[in-house]
Nanobody, 117 residues
């Protein structure tokens, strides 16, 4: 069993930066694959980034890193745009590293990111 807690969301102006954190607890969390997703109002949840790759809308702006000593995965978001406004979630799975949210076993509660123009 793995528990995930996100933090770091907030309100930022376009062009600004935020860093989201995802702290994992539970057995062998550091062996789990972790990805970031987001969901805007009225839209489906979409893949954002994994430490191995990122979605086209955020490529070159968002970066995932991991600190195993702290059981934490980060999403560094730079050059933010109003269209990045969404609730951001981290998700973990022991074996899956793709972009299908249905394949991830564990989810955090989400953190709101709002980018003003």
């Amino acid at each position: 069993q793995v528990q995930l807690v996100e933090s770091g969301g907030g309100l930022v102006q376009a062009g600004g930066s935020l860093r989201l954190s995802c702290v994992g607890t539970g057995h062998a969390f550091n062996f789990y694959s972790v990805a970031w997703f987001r969901q805007a109002p009225g839209k489906e949840r979409e893949f954002v980034a994994h430490i191995l790759w990122s979605a086209d809308p955020v490529k070159g702006r968002f970066t995932v890193s991991r600190d195993n000593a702290k059981n934490t995965v980060y999403l560094q978001m730079d050059s933010l745009k109003p269209e990045d406004t969404a609730v951001y979630y981290c998700a973990a799975d022991r074996y899956y590293s793709g972009d299908d949210p249905d394949q991830y076993s564990y989810w955090g509660q989400g953190t709101q990111v709002t980018v003003s123009s």
